[in-house]
């Protein structure tokens, strides 16, 4: 494991990322702050216009920023159309996470049956099972359980304490952070009701977990295999932490999803969707491309047109709540009363 | 670790499951698929009459369905009155999950006041604590912890990276996913406001948890031990992933959960319950037998009655459902103005 | 490992924890129990006034109750004005939590970079990063894998598989149950919409976890390091299972969480909080001190004043769920029907 010292110049940095410098070239930064608790030594950025007011007192030594927010502005700039974007290149050079020599640490545990890539890096206390492949540049990290018939693709990174039940296949770079599940079985019951108590009987999991490129799945995420075909995710997918994704989901490109969302099974989703935090969506459903789902909303059926659901009321203090939540429940009496009928729409 | 390579004829599985063949007794099925996706070697099913179209496009070679779904079908057929059932035992024959020689693999920690039955499985890097028990048949999977005085009953599997805390005992053929932990704490707090700074004070939680015969807990759910007496699952509970089963729950026979539930301390629910995902349950409640909780519902009542119960809105546009969110804020007024009471119900 | 066996007589309980004996002072409890299934030689409570009736059959040798309770109750009885919390401080005394002998288990993998007290215990297949600290009295239960640079303070206690991935700092007597994970990457995207295909670019998360003395941490929760600045939480702040909490989030002083609740990206919450079960909160928020939010209720606004708030609808059967429901749709066309203006508050 070694760690770099990292330095920047602001001209090196501005050429390197194709930015417009408006100050010292030589000003230099090692490290990146917020506005409010950088340092001279620091690279900061202003994307949200709430924060603007920041810059007054910032002591960012530079600053990353729209040319029209600079404006008035002192201090050393790198110009940016979308500083988010640019802040989170540039951010990249600090990311000091520990490079780990290739090889297999000698605590892990590798079936015969298994390839691993003299490029990659099975760390200590992992689990390697057979008829698994581990590519070039993959690192797998500390406690991690791959079972068997897995493939990591190149440079895909596995935390530490991932497991992989079987038939998972990540692509290349994708990132899983730890706690997460690949690959568990589906929840898939049939109901013996003929039996003299009747029962459940499982269905067998036979399927697998696809994983396109550079997708991101959060700590304690699980993706159930499929049940006869694969789970797939398609590529640039991003899942934050604690997501259910259920057996035989698709979910396509570059859509997004915040924490503790919740997919029922044999559910597809389009590409650049993005669904809010704790939100949930039925089985069986077939949701288009670039729909917005916001946080904590029940999706119940299938969703055609491009565009942002909710559902849900308000907070309120518990008092009013309680005073109108009981009005709820005579919401048809009341429709009735004023003469609506349940056809029709607002 | 041995894989077996599985082919059945038409015939003998037709007399080995007592289902009527129509076709040719010596069809040989190698594996399973979906209508849409299974060639003449794969065994397929019907069973949502949604699927129906695709009987005649399929490639299946045998297909289980009703009589009524086989008129005019021109391939092999296994009659079935419940298919999917049929099909959940059939594709069971094509579960390729490894089976391991019995032993203790050489990187596992086994406590030396621990029994481990001659015919258990305990797999690499797994830890088993003392006074525990893993009887004949059990499988302890890669990474799994299991702590002080647990029983793990014959045919039990701990698929890999499971953990069981303190004092958990389960029955015969329970089948444990990834990332569950089952026994810790309860979240018991009791408050000391008489403090200076007041502050909460950990109540001890001292009781373990039971699980019963044929349960199956899904990946990364969670079941705490009883604060006094034990947390209990009955036989064949079924849970999906993510669920979290606070201190002192009880769960009747045969009731199963989709993703992500919660249930809070102390209540009880009955037997045959379906609860569906997301769905909450209070604490200190009792639920009676055959009760259905549709997804993302709260429930903050007992429940006396079986059948089906709901909370929550309907999802609409956003931009709609903003106009209509807000008046739920008015709920009341808008009834008072209308003439209803409170206690009218619909 | 070695455990105790413990049993306490009535008069020194009472003098111990500063309480009213009425009874035998020579009385002997060997362990705690409810009402309804302690013995004779069990210590029991009533502090929820619903069990009171069953002080009239109570098999409990010693019962902590209030003094109005105690009237016309003939056993043994502590006198404590409020019962659950002296309950909560003697039971501690039977919570026979296995103690371990300081060291390194020979199958734990420690990095030369790491230090580990000489009164600390790391247990079985755990694993200590490079520039890590572990302090006396500290607890690293088997299979927990402890990353870069974290400090785990003095008697702090990982229970098992716990996952603290880069620049997590617990105070002293933090309690970490298992499958936590603390200090993964948060969920930092930006959108490249410039690109040939538009797609995310990582936000690399640079920040830590802080966690202050005192705190207790549920199974499977989650906690993710700052993007920038650490994520923060205050003293005896009470985790149960299953919550997610996103980067940069602060939590306050002895605020408590039930289980599944989920807080958004930069959101501040306030001291002597109590958050239900479930219930969401946005990003970017602030909440004040002495807060209360019900069960699955949302967040989507910052709450200035203390009190409890509530969202969502009251559970019903699902046909007259239906019925009401799809009326919610029409609320705001119902509302003008009744010329009530959407700016009118109830």
Redesign the interface.
């Known amino acids: 494991?070694a760690r770099r010292a990292v330095q920047f110049r602001a001209g090196d940095l501005a050429e390197r990322f194709d930015l417009a410098l408006r100050g010292d070239p030589g000003r230099v930064v090692e490290?990146?702050?917020?506005l409010a608790?950088a340092g001279p030594a620091s690279l900061s950025f202003l994307a949200n216009p709430r924060y603007r007011g920041q810059l007054a007192t910032t002591a960012a030594g530079l600053v990353v920023m729209r040319e029209r927010d600079a404006e008035g502005y002192a201090g050393d700039v790198l110009l940016a159309?979308?500083p988010?974007?640019a802040?989170?290149?540039i951010?990249?050079l600090?990311?000091q996470?520990?490079a780990h020599e290739p090889g297999i640490?000698p605590?892990a545990?590798v079936?015969p049956d298994a390839v691993v890539d003299p490029a990659a890096w099975i760390g200590?206390?992992a689990?390697i099972?057979?008829g698994s492949t581990v590519a070039a540049g993959a690192w797998i990290?500390?406690?991690c359980?791959v079972?068997?018939d897995c493939e990591i693709g190149a440079g895909s990174r596995l935390?530490?304490?991932v497991?992989l039940?079987?038939r998972v296949r990540l692509g290349r770079r994708v990132?899983v952070?730890?706690?997460a599940?690949l690959g568990?079985?589906g929840?898939?019951?049939?109901?013996?009701?003929?039996a003299a108590e009747?029962?459940?009987?499982?269905?067998?999991q036979?399927g697998g977990v696809q994983v396109g490129d550079?997708c991101?799945i959060?700590?304690?995420t699980?993706i159930?295999r499929g049940a006869?075909?694969d789970t797939v995710l398609g590529p640039?997918v991003?899942l934050?932490?604690?997501i259910?994704i259920?057996h035989n989901v698709r979910v396509g490109a570059?859509t997004?999803m915040?924490?503790?969302v919740?997919v029922?099974g044999s559910t597809t989703i389009g590409r650049?969707c993005m669904i809010g935090?704790?939100a949930?969506i039925?089985g069986h459903l077939e949701i288009c491309d670039r729909v917005?789902v916001?946080?904590?909303?029940?999706?119940?059926?299938s969703i055609r047109e491009p565009?942002?659901?909710?559902?849900?009321?308000?907070?309120?203090?518990?008092?009013?709540?309680?005073?109108?939540?009981?009005?709820?429940?005579?919401?048809?009496?009341?429709?009735r009363?004023?003469?609506?009928s349940?056809k029709?729409?607002?």
Chains 1, 2, 3 share one sequence.
């Open positions: 494991m490290g990146v702050g917020t608790g159309a979308d988010y974007l802040f989170a290149r951010a990249a600090f990311d996470t520990p640490h605590t545990v079936d200590p206390l689990c099972g057979a990290g500390p406690g359980v079972g068997e935390v530490a304490r497991t039940v079987r990132l952070h730890p706690g599940v568990a079985d929840f898939g019951l049939a109901f013996d009701r003929a009747p029962h459940w009987i499982k269905v067998p036979l550079d991101e959060g700590a304690n699980t159930d006869i075909e640039d991003r934050d932490n604690q259910q259920a570059h997004a915040a924490g503790c919740a029922a650049y935090g704790a949930g039925a917005v916001t946080a904590m909303s029940l999706v119940t059926h565009g942002e659901y909710s559902s849900g009321t308000p907070l309120m203090d518990s008092r009013s709540w309680r005073r109108n939540a009981v009005r709820f429940k005579q919401l048809d009496a009341l429709a009363r004023v003469g609506t349940p029709d729409t607002g």
